[in-house]
């Protein structure tokens, strides 16, 4: 059994009986299929009769008026078209992959006013993302969109786009805030037969004409706010999102295209007679025949694999995807190029088309990525992949056993865009790049952690995530000479949790360069206990300390005192001699905060309204842990010669104060950095944290739980239900 029969096998039988349809209507058109290929035409009109005969909408939900069948659906057509045509098959696939994300991303406008004509065929759509000048390089995009009441208005010019020399809907994606980076991006729904819009002159890419490809230009042309797909800050990421399908899908119209080179050759090689017998009975030609056989059964086969993990968005699907079109467009283009060999100079004829396809398969190699691209893709996590097989890459050193998977919170999103959060079991080929992976023991529960796994801020921007901003673990494996199996290490920052899978897993792998060696007298959970919240109170201390200002200076402020990084900032501070004045929310909590070292509690009302510039001398420095106004009155309120050390904007970002704490009473504003902060600067705090800081007061200070209790303590944590430390024992 081939390897496409073992996977038919698996689709559900309406998948099945859907890639039956499309290969018949594949061929009973195969006449108009070769006309439009000759004459180097696109190829509308075949689009739309498809979509008429129920064909489109693949994926799209039925309730919507779609087939509502899944990803291997799509691959299986894929295929037999390309087998009929490959430009049939980017056009069809390129529409079909338009009027999916205005499904599952659309208005109830939006869906009103195109989807029904998206999926009958009286509209045919195309995807708008390259442009010259940043093709593989999409965040570099050009194209702006400004606000405007009620809408968006578009600039720029899109290249490189299927099925643009007539249909007429794009989903443009364009930048509305150059400073903002990829977070900037949006997409929108463009109508390129309204004003506004101009298809550029025709700039054919030779063999490809059918598919449609060209572009067009944008200039003043205005969005409804219904029309817009995706919002700023998604717009990127759901681009980013759709890659390995792409990929994918490419990859299996490499392996269609190359299965109709293959039967056209062997066709041929059987029938054509030399020296009194059939080509094929020729040794050496035979065996080209059968190494084109052999590489088109591993294209199928890897794409196979990456149709199976498309679904996940995790490294290992990544990778799949990546060397699926990496093979397909390499191995394609030679065994096309084998297969017009050994028909001679008849494979160069017209009539086969093989020199057609001779172009698409060097075509394959840049759509959706060049092979360069994926290259990289493939290479980012090659030392990490060959850790997590558990070989040493360097060192000398033996494989180091572990098990094939880990428990983790994983976070996704459905279909709605909602962020998801689960205590799932991960495998081990999932793990991003990195270059030391570590058993985790313990990590934390922290304000941004909650953030990420409820979803009420964007904490998180790249799905599947695990979150958890520090850990403390045992290394497993190491390719990083600083690093040896069995050493202690724990991490914070650096945007784990955020941009890199996180602590609240029972493995990870990272980068070394991130680790700190934990101290020799802290144990993994106190380490935790501590935590990021006490590195940054440490930090924030030796902000202070570094401006001079000694016990004897005066009083000195901690907002925020009941959170994490407030609580252990006043144990260290009154530790080492500090007279300290706590603010907070909750005077309940009065007397924890005195017995931490606090020598007086005030009521964070009296610092969280706007003030006046320069208010009493109160304090001679502060820890503030909150920002925006309460940041504001404490500045107004430190004596000459003061030090205020900003770590945390629980208020609010925003600053509106005074220049005058800084130029009539010499007050030094320093910013408390603990995600970049210096390997050095870690070093020498976690050292004093663990000289300086006594055990019993983060015990005191400390609530363990569980992994899957940390899905239900998270909003609580938002609620400000949760004081002081929520350390996760990872591993119960």
Same mark, same amino acid.
Request: proline share 3%; aromatic share 6%.
């Given at each position: 059994?081939?390897?496409?029969?073992?996977?038919?096998?698996?689709?559900?039988?309406?998948?099945?009986?859907?890639?039956?349809? $499309?290969?018949?209507?594949?061929?009973?058109?195969?006449?108009?299929?070769?006309?439009?290929?000759?004459?180097?035409?696109?190829?509308?009109?075949?689009?739309?009769?498809?979509?008429?005969?129920?064909?489109?909408?693949?994926?799209?939900?039925?309730?919507?008026?779609?087939?509502?069948?899944?990803?291997?659906?799509?691959?299986?057509?894929?295929?037999?078209?390309?087998?009929?045509?490959?430009?049939?098959?980017?056009?069809?696939?390129?529409?079909?992959?338009?009027?999916?994300?205005?499904?599952?991303?659309?208005?109830?406008?939006?869906?009103?006013?195109?989807?029904?004509?998206?999926?009958?065929?009286?509209?045919?759509?195309?995807?708008?993302?390259?442009?010259?000048?940043?093709?593989?390089?999409?965040?570099?995009?050009?194209?702006?969109?400004?606000?405007?009441?009620?809408?968006?208005?578009?600039?720029?010019? !899109?290249?490189?786009?299927?099925? *643009?020399?007539?249909?007429?809907?794009?989903?443009?994606?364009?930048?509305?805030?150059?400073?903002?980076? +990829?977070?900037?991006?949006?997409?929108?729904?463009?109508?390129?037969?309204?004003?506004?819009?101009?298809?550029?002159?025709?700039?054919?890419?030779?063999?490809?004409? &059918?598919?449609?490809?060209?572009?067009?230009?944008?200039?003043?042309?205005? *969005?409804?706010?219904?029309?817009?797909?995706?919002?700023?800050?998604?717009?990127?990421?759901?681009?980013?999102?759709?890659?390995? !399908?792409?990929?994918?899908?490419?990859?299996?119209?490499?392996?269609?295209?190359?299965?109709?080179?293959?039967?056209?050759?062997?066709?041929?090689?059987?029938?054509?007679?030399?020296?009194?017998?059939?080509?094929?009975?020729?040794?050496?030609?035979?065996?080209?025949?059968?190494?084109?056989?052999?590489?088109?059964?591993?294209?199928?086969?890897?794409?196979?694999?990456?149709?199976?993990?498309?679904?996940?968005?995790?490294?290992?699907?990544?990778?799949?995807?990546?060397?699926?079109?990496?093979?397909?467009?390499?191995?394609?283009?030679?065994?096309?190029?084998?297969?017009?060999?050994?028909?001679?100079?008849?494979?160069?004829?017209?009539?086969?088309?093989?020199?057609? !396809?001779?172009?698409?398969?060097?075509?394959?190699?840049?759509?959706?990525?060049?092979?360069?691209?994926?290259?990289?893709?493939?290479?980012?996590?090659?030392?990490?992949?060959?850790?997590?097989?558990?070989?040493?890459?360097?060192?000398?050193?033996?494989? *180091?056993?572990?098990?094939?998977?880990?428990?983790?919170?994983?976070?996704?999103?459905?279909?709605?865009?909602?962020?998801?959060?689960?205590?799932? +079991?991960?495998?081990?080929?999932?793990?991003?790049?990195?270059?030391?992976?570590?058993?985790?023991?313990?990590?934390?529960?922290?304000?941004?952690?909650?953030?990420?796994?409820?979803?009420?801020?964007?904490?998180?921007?790249?799905?599947?995530?695990?979150?958890?901003?520090?850990?403390?673990?045992?290394?497993?494996?190491?390719?990083?000479?600083?690093?040896?199996?069995?050493?202690?290490?724990?991490?914070?920052?650096?945007?784990?949790?955020?941009?890199?899978?996180?602590?609240?897993?029972?493995?990870?792998?990272?980068?070394?360069?991130?680790?700190?060696?934990? &101290?020799?007298?802290?144990?993994?959970?106190?380490?935790?206990?501590?935590?990021?919240?006490?590195?940054?109170?440490?930090?924030?201390?030796?902000?202070?300390?570094?401006?001079?200002?000694?016990?004897?200076?005066?009083?000195?402020?901690?907002?925020?005192?009941?959170?994490?990084?407030?609580?252990?900032?006043?144990?260290?501070?009154?530790?080492?001699?500090?007279?300290?004045?706590?603010?907070?929310?909750?005077?309940?909590?009065? &007397?924890?905060?005195?017995?931490?070292?606090?020598?007086?509690?005030?009521?964070?009302?009296?610092?969280?309204?706007?003030?006046?510039?320069?208010?009493?001398?109160?304090?001679?420095?502060?820890?503030?842990?909150?920002?925006?106004?309460?940041?504001?009155?404490?500045?107004?309120?430190?004596?000459?010669?003061?030090?205020?050390?900003?770590?945390?904007?629980?208020?609010?970002?925003?600053?509106?104060?005074?220049?005058?704490?800084?130029?009539?009473?010499?007050?030094?504003?320093?910013?408390?950095?603990?995600?970049?902060?210096?390997?050095?600067?870690?070093?020498?705090?976690?050292?004093?944290?663990?000289?300086?800081?006594?055990?019993? $007061?983060?015990?005191?200070?400390?609530?363990?739980?569980?992994?899957?209790?940390?899905?239900?303590?998270? &909003?609580?944590?938002?609620?400000?239900?949760?004081?002081?430390?929520?350390?996760?024992?990872?591993?119960?």
């Amino acid at each position: 059994m081939s390897a496409i029969e073992e996977f038919d096998r698996s689709l559900a039988p309406a998948e099945r009986e859907f890639q039956a349809r $499309v290969a018949a209507f594949a061929a009973a058109r195969t006449t108009q299929i070769a006309s439009a290929s000759r004459a180097q035409i696109w190829m509308g009109d075949l689009l739309r009769d498809a979509c008429r005969q129920g064909l489109g909408g693949i994926e799209v939900p039925v309730a919507l008026g779609g087939l509502g069948l899944g990803f291997g659906a799509r691959i299986r057509a894929a295929m037999a078209l390309a087998k009929a045509d490959f430009s049939l098959a980017f056009a069809f696939i390129n529409h079909h992959s338009a009027a999916l994300r205005i499904a599952l991303s659309g208005s109830g406008a939006a869906r009103e006013a195109w989807l029904a004509g998206l999926l009958g065929g009286d509209l045919i759509g195309c995807t708008a993302m390259s442009e010259g000048g940043a093709g593989s390089d999409f965040a570099a995009i050009r194209t702006t969109a400004r606000k405007v009441d009620g809408g968006w208005v578009l600039d720029g010019e !899109k290249r490189w786009v299927a099925n *643009v020399r007539g249909c007429e809907i794009a989903l443009v994606f364009a930048q509305t805030d150059r400073l903002a980076g +990829t977070a900037g991006i949006a997409c929108f729904i463009v109508d390129l037969r309204q004003a506004g819009c101009t298809r550029l002159p025709e700039d054919p890419v030779h063999g490809l004409a &059918p598919a449609g490809i060209g572009g067009f230009a944008l200039h003043e042309y205005r *969005v409804r706010d219904s029309d817009m797909l995706y919002a700023p800050g998604q717009g990127f990421r759901m681009a980013m999102a759709g890659v390995n !399908k792409a990929r994918t899908h490419v990859a299996a119209m490499a392996c269609g295209l190359l299965s109709t080179a293959l039967h056209e050759a062997v066709a041929y090689a059987s029938s054509r007679m030399a020296f009194g017998r059939p080509v094929l009975e020729q040794q050496g030609l035979r065996w080209n025949l059968v190494d084109v056989s052999l590489t088109l059964e591993n294209m199928e086969l890897l794409t196979l694999r990456a149709t199976r993990l498309a679904d996940d968005e995790g490294t290992a699907a990544v990778v799949a995807a990546a060397m699926a079109k990496k093979f397909a467009g390499e191995q394609c283009l030679a065994g096309v190029a084998a297969c017009i060999q050994s028909m001679g100079a008849v494979g160069m004829g017209e009539p086969r088309g093989l020199v057609s !396809k001779l172009v698409a398969a060097k075509a394959l190699c840049m759509a959706d990525g060049t092979t360069e691209m994926m290259n990289e893709r493939i290479g980012a996590s090659l030392g990490a992949r060959q850790l997590q097989a558990g070989v040493a890459v360097s060192h000398g050193r033996p494989p *180091v056993a572990s098990a094939g998977g880990f428990r983790a919170v994983r976070l996704g999103k459905d279909a709605k865009g909602a962020t998801t959060a689960e205590v799932a +079991t991960l495998d081990n080929g999932e793990l991003p790049p990195g270059n030391v992976v570590v058993r985790i023991a313990y990590s934390t529960l922290n304000y941004k952690d909650a953030l990420a796994i409820t979803g009420q801020s964007p904490v998180v921007r790249k799905f599947p995530m695990v979150p958890g901003i520090d850990f403390a673990g045992t290394v497993e494996h190491s390719a990083d000479a600083r690093y040896q199996v069995g050493d202690r290490v724990l991490l914070n920052g650096w945007g784990v949790g955020e941009t890199h899978w996180g602590g609240l897993a029972q493995r990870a792998c990272v980068r070394a360069d991130w680790l700190v060696p934990l &101290p020799a007298s802290m144990s993994e959970r106190s380490a935790m206990c501590i935590g990021t919240a006490g590195y940054t109170a440490m930090l924030s201390v030796m902000a202070l300390e570094a401006r001079g200002i000694a016990p004897e200076a005066g009083v000195i402020l901690v907002t925020g005192a009941n959170g994490g990084v407030g609580s252990i900032a006043i144990a260290l501070l009154s530790r080492l001699g500090y007279a300290v004045t706590a603010s907070t929310g909750r005077l309940e909590e009065a &007397p924890r905060l005195k017995a931490l070292g606090a020598t007086c509690v005030m009521d964070r009302r009296v610092l969280g309204e706007p003030g006046k510039p320069l208010q009493k001398e109160a304090w001679a420095g502060a820890i503030d842990c909150v920002g925006s106004h309460t940041l504001a009155n404490v500045l107004a309120g430190i004596r000459y010669g003061g030090a205020v050390a900003a770590c945390g904007l629980a208020q609010g970002m925003e600053l509106a104060g005074s220049v005058a704490p800084f130029i009539l009473r010499g007050v030094a504003l320093e910013g408390v950095d603990s995600v970049h902060a210096s390997f050095a600067r870690r070093t020498i705090a976690w050292a004093r944290l663990a000289r300086e800081l006594p055990g019993e $007061v983060v015990e005191a200070n400390t609530r363990e739980i569980s992994l899957a209790q940390a899905l239900v303590v998270a &909003p609580e944590l938002l609620r400000g239900q949760v004081r002081g430390r929520v350390v996760v024992d990872v591993n119960r």
